[in-house]
């Protein structure tokens, strides 16, 4: 069963900073990994998916890396803003049994504070 | 495409009323999921369904909760009776799910609070 870990659970950082967050899993079969951004009393918004055969993606400031042999995806972020406060969650996808049945399994998330 | 739309997006309930929670996915997407969200216990997953077939609802917490997706457009989330523990935020997301592609992207949920 994968089980997917973010560590902090929570991180401030003074504005302009550049920042990373970490995602671990235990199955290192993942074939997708995705980065979403939730804003208090808000869904969830999709911030980049690294498709099974890359191992990276970027998206303005944003650059988001996935190491299946180490269990480890990271999200960068350049040049923090305070619009960039919010907290993030990482999402893998499995394959079940038979191709085709993906689902997401999502870790805690960190809540990130970017300081003005 | 306006995206995974879902309604109510707040619902205020009395213990043992039944409660359906509504969802349109995006547009020629074949997955479907149905997450419910607390802060105990983060982003869970209930059900999901593939070209309008479920797959999985091992995550379905009791009997009391029930899904339906009667067609490629809509599907509904339905707790009979509530129970206070059922609070939560409720979310629908949908994917094309086909191949390499499986962003998902989700509603804005349905605040469901059950006194």
């Known amino acids: 069963k994968q089980e997917v870990t973010q560590i902090p659970a929570a991180l401030s950082v003074p504005e302009g900073e550049n920042l990373v967050l970490n995602c671990s899993f235990t199955?290192?079969?993942?074939?997708?990994l995705q980065w979403f951004r939730q804003d208090p009393g808000k869904g969830l918004t999709s911030l980049l998916l690294?498709?099974?055969?890359?191992r990276e993606q970027t998206s303005g400031r944003l650059n988001a890396s996935l190491d299946k042999s180490s269990g480890r995806s990271t999200l960068y972020i350049a040049a923090s803003q305070p619009g960039d406060s919010a907290t993030y969650l990482c999402?893998?996808?499995?394959?079940?049994?038979?191709?085709?049945?993906?689902?997401?399994?999502f870790g805690t998330g960190t809540r990130l504070t970017i300081i003005p | 495409d306006a995206g995974v739309i879902q309604s109510p997006r707040h619902e205020v309930t009395e213990m043992g009323q039944e409660v359906t929670l509504r969802c349109k996915p995006i547009?020629?997407?074949?997955?479907l999921f149905w997450y419910r969200q607390t802060m105990m216990r983060g982003l869970e997953l209930l059900i999901y369904?593939?070209?309008?077939?479920?797959?999985?609802d091992s995550g379905m917490p009791e009997d009391r909760f029930s899904a339906k997706m009667p067609n490629a457009s809509f599907s509904t989330l339905k707790i009979q009776p509530s129970e206070p523990r059922d609070s939560a935020v409720y979310f629908c997301?949908?994917?094309?799910?086909?191949?390499?592609?499986?962003?998902?992207?989700f509603g804005q949920g349905t605040r469901l609070t059950v006194v």
């Open positions: 997301a949908s994917s094309p799910g086909q191949g390499l592609n499986t962003e998902a992207f």
């Open positions: 199955d290192s079969a993942i074939y997708n």
């Open positions: 690294i498709q099974s055969s890359q």
């Open positions: 999402a893998g996808t499995n394959l079940g049994s038979n191709f085709g049945n993906e689902k997401l399994t």
């Open positions: 547009s020629g997407h074949d997955y």
């Open positions: 369904f593939n070209n309008n077939v479920p797959i999985d």
